[in-house]
């Protein structure tokens, strides 16, 4: 059989050893021993190697002839077509023997492989994939290219300044939304800057660890429980910041003239209106206000 790509490929007893045994101590081989007049091969191979393409090189599928290659099969003392063995750090650490449903091969890979994530064909909704999974400098990366072509695209301005704030460039932050123009995209330039402003006040506040000592003498203590919601927005601890704020709400409303209403509007900016943790407070505080 001819090769497929340079992730799917032939191993012969001549190569095996550098293509399977050497190759999964950096990424798994999934080993498909078959044969031409094995029909259930010829069901499992396709499946296989769609897997494979989903892996995008992250796992290689080697394919060995039985026919051509009896001293591998004698080696790994294949008896039976389809068997498929999974290959890492050198050694065989799964399998099976015939043909398998996909969701089988699936729950067999899942503890030694992860599947990459979707590549979106639009460059800012891959930049917002890698942002939400935490990946800010893949997602700077992407965005530089992206307003390399068009400086003026409001959504990619509004997160490339979320990705210079995540890394602590404030100033900058600031000035690359200072640069958005339009109301198109105004709750999402609400919250970039609310971002801003809790990076900005945390960096200037006490520690978490002192201000939760000064809680447990004081429950009562607004100014530290207001500044802890702080520190954890941001931290990106969000439940646990407007689980506080909502607490300062309901205990001490006119606190700092109405601050914990104030920042809780932020944090709704920041999440926006469908994040789910945005739903369940704003009820709460419609409860607590009416």
């Known amino acids: 059989m001819s090769q497929d790509t340079p992730y799917i490929f032939d191993a012969t007893t001549a190569t095996f050893d550098q293509l399977v045994i050497e190759a999964s101590f950096h990424k798994p081989v999934l080993v498909d021993f078959w044969a031409e007049w094995c029909a259930p091969c010829k069901v499992l191979m396709p499946l296989l190697k769609k897997i494979a393409d989903e892996y995008q090189g992250e796992l290689l599928l080697a394919k060995v002839d039985c026919d051509a290659e009896q001293d591998i099969v004698a080696r790994f003392g294949i008896r039976s077509l ?3 063995v999974l290959f890492k750090d050198g050694q065989p650490v799964d399998g099976f023997s015939g043909a398998q449903p ?5 729950t067999i890979l899942e503890p030694h492989v992860q599947l990459p ?11 917002q994939l890698l942002f939400a999974e935490g990946s800010i400098a893949d997602a700077e990366a992407v965005l530089k290219h992206l307003l390399g072509e068009d400086n003026t695209n409001a959504a990619a ?4 300044a979320r990705c210079l704030a995540e890394r602590g460039e404030l100033t900058e932050a600031g000035a690359v939304l200072d640069a958005v123009t339009g109301d198109q995209h105004k709750a999402a330039l609400a919250g970039a800057k609310a971002q801003l402003t809790f990076l900005g006040e945390a960096a200037n506040l006490p520690d978490v660890a002192d201000l939760k000592t000064r809680l447990a003498k004081n429950p009562q203590d607004d100014e530290a429980a ?8 941001s931290r990106q601890q969000y439940e646990a910041a407007l689980d506080g704020l ?3 709400f309901i205990r001490n409303r006119n606190y700092a003239e109405g601050l914990a209403h104030k920042t809780l509007l932020q944090v709704f900016d920041l999440l926006g209106n469908d994040h789910p943790l945005v739903t369940m407070y704003r009820r709460k505080l419609f409860a607590a206000l009416y």
């Open 102 to 106: 996909e969701s089988a091969i699936r």
């Open 82 to 84: 389809p068997t498929v």
């Open 246 to 248: 909502m607490k300062l």
């Open 157 to 160: 301005l509004i997160l490339y």
């Open 117 to 127: 994530p979707p590549v979106a064909a639009d460059p800012l909704e891959q930049a």
């Open 226 to 233: 207001h500044q802890l919601a702080i520190q954890q927005l």
